[in-house]
């Protein structure tokens, strides 16, 4: 049924068609609506048979996921920014004991300094805990991707993260296609655990581990993953096949075929790079042959599809919403790594940071450069090299400079941050 | 693509009037995306939302920078933010007061702006009368609807119906319809 409302909103749905037994949750924006809304329905009795748990903390929702998952129950939470990394103990604890819980990251940047705007850096800090973590592109993808997500943890017993854009997606109105029940049921079926806290079969869950058997144990969380990346496209296909889209999977190419260019980013910014190809498609723009790269799975990356994707383009662009700082790029290395040995010039962009926007004419004027190769290795989009300039220049001339946020909200002529 | 940019201050509604433009806008069967300026909401902030209109899907995500048509839900902005900001020479101009262009010291920024697109109407008092209170974001849709033909008034209603229920839908509904009244008159007399 389609319907206008709020990505929360229809996440919510998502989740609500999914039959969780145990929601807990903290709240936290961009995240809030989401558990603001399952909280209500389980209140008005729209979703039953499902227990919500307030709890104290982000740390608290993840160990009470945890505790209701092993006890057989299908088990979901939200967060974002410092509410992830809050819980980070626990997350890795999830996934470590192979506990297929589902959660949103409404993806938000992480401070010092605050800031509440979308990045990608919440989750791609936990880019190595264990969990597998999909991307979507629209609020359509982000609500589908949690009924794929529930059924593929509880096949591969192993938590999933479904990430979406804070704000950008979370608090979007937009047209959505909702599932009937008999749809997500006829898709996902109870959840039969491959472990659990049974009276009547007792087994204890989270062994301690030695130098004998632990290398072992984390090599088989890995051998899951490499299973993920045959299983994810499957779902994807097996999902089309009952609601009639294309969502999931582990990449999508656009106007990749003839390209030489093609341009690699996850979430919801890919809409605005689309729309930016299409443009510069056109004969009286160039006629530029570029194409784009959406990743949907980056944990399990998806190394070899990302290598066939890219076999017959000449250089690459990562556009990410993530800085590894020391280093620059994130996602880029993972795609470097897929490349190794194609000859393949590669170039990482670091956009939209901390909710700044990225806009057509920016794109523009960077895969312009791309396409001549004119960039750095790694390029900050829309940089203010004047602000940073200037505090460089400040720090050089005397020692106490005092704090770097204040300094420079004061160079860019506002008291408090500015959203407009 | 039609887009729009809504200009007011927190607790006026101007998100809300964003989403429910887009649903008015999918009632009639068109794509609509409708999205706040990310913050720290506060009471009495400047607050921007916006809502883009199409025939097609709409996957662009960046602000609005140049819009077809802003709704300026109080006018003490006027002079505060650069509500006016990339708008489209062609474009509509909606604002929430009980004095013209002229008295708000716009004669001269609008000399350049097609006059049948610009339009005034006093939703506050239109909210106060129907609503109870000083909420003017669903009278401004209601005029919106008359001045831009974009949607029409019983899109208008139907949102309404779809975000309210009771006597706020009922109140909401009576100030939508006025203001839609009250600026297609002042239209079709500029006409005459």
């Known amino acids: 049924m389609l319907k206008q409302i709020e990505g929360s909103r229809a996440v919510a749905e998502a989740v609500a068609l999914c039959r969780p037994e145990v929601i807990c949750a903290y709240p936290i924006s961009p995240q809030t609506h989401i558990v603001e809304a399952l909280g209500e329905m389980v209140k008005e009795e729209t979703l039953t048979d499902c227990e919500y748990i307030n709890v104290e903390s982000e740390f608290a929702a993840m160990s009470v996921a945890i505790g209701a998952s092993a006890a057989g129950a299908r088990s979901y939470t939200a967060t974002a920014s410092q509410g992830l990394l809050f819980m980070v103990e626990a997350v890795y604890n999830a996934s470590g004991l192979g506990l297929p819980i589902v959660m949103t990251v409404a993806n938000r940047a992480i401070g010092a300094p605050i800031n509440i705007w979308n990045d990608h850096s919440d989750s791609l800090s936990q880019r190595d805990c264990g969990w597998i973590q999909l991307f979507a592109e629209t609020n359509q993808e982000a609500l589908d991707l949690h009924i794929q997500a529930f059924k593929l943890a509880e096949e591969l017993s192993m938590p999933v993260m479904v990430c979406m854009d804070g704000f950008i997606l979370t608090h979007a109105y937009e047209r959505v296609d909702m599932p009937t029940q008999e749809q997500v049921d006829a898709y996902l079926p109870p959840y039969e655990p491959r472990q659990v806290l049974d009276p009547n079969e007792p087994v204890s869950i989270g062994a301690m581990v030695g130098p004998e058997a632990f290398t072992e144990v984390r090599y088989l969380a890995h051998a899951k993953q490499m299973q993920a990346l045959e299983r994810i496209p499957q779902l994807a296909t097996e999902f089309n096949s009952v609601f009639g889209r294309d969502s999931g999977g582990l990449i999508h190419t656009y106007r990749t075929e003839d390209a030489d260019t093609i341009v690699i980013a996850m979430g919801s910014v890919l809409g605005t790079i689309k729309d930016t190809v299409d443009a510069m498609r056109l004969p009286e723009n160039g006629g530029h042959r570029i194409g784009v790269l959406g990743i949907t799975s980056y944990r399990p990356f998806p190394l070899a599809a990302v290598a066939d994707a890219l076999k017959n383009c000449k250089r690459f662009v990562v556009l990410e919403k993530s800085l590894a700082v020391g280093i620059g790029g994130i996602v880029a290395t993972d795609v470097r790594m897929a490349v190794t040995g194609m000859g393949l010039k590669g170039f990482t962009v670091v956009a939209g940071l901390g909710g700044r926007a990225i806009t057509v004419k920016s794109l523009t004027a960077l895969f312009e450069k791309a396409m001549r190769e004119n960039l750095d290795l790694v390029t900050f989009l829309d940089l203010d090299w004047k602000a940073v300039n200037k505090q460089l220049e400040r720090e050089k001339a005397r020692r106490r400079t005092g704090p770097v946020a204040e300094a420079l909200l004061r160079d860019v002529g506002v008291v408090g941050a500015r959203n407009y | ?192």
Request: contains cysteine.
């Open chain 2, 1 to 192: 693509m039609f887009q729009v940019r809504i200009h007011g201050r927190g607790g006026q509604g101007v998100v809300t009037a964003a989403e429910m433009l887009s649903v008015a806008a999918f009632e009639e069967g068109r794509h609509a995306q409708a999205f706040p300026s990310f913050g720290s909401e506060r009471t009495g902030a400047p607050v921007v939302a916006f809502c883009r209109i199409a025939d097609t899907e709409i996957r662009l995500r960046e602000p609005i920078m140049v819009p077809d048509a802003l709704i300026i839900q109080d006018p003490t902005l006027l002079h505060q933010v650069d509500v006016f900001a990339g708008l489209r020479p062609d474009g509509y101009i909606l604002i929430n007061t009980n004095k013209s262009f002229e008295e708000l010291g716009l004669a001269d920024f609008v000399k350049s702006h097609r006059a049948e697109r610009l339009r005034t109407v006093s939703a506050t008092d239109l909210a106060l009368k129907h609503v109870g209170r000083p909420v003017p974001n669903v009278p401004l849709l209601g005029g919106f609807a008359a001045v831009s033909g974009i949607i029409r008034l019983e899109s208008v209603i139907k949102a309404i119906n779809d975000r309210f229920s009771g006597k706020v839908a009922e109140g909401n509904i009576a100030a939508a319809t006025e203001a839609y009244k009250i600026v297609q008159m002042e239209m079709e007399a500029a006409h005459a």
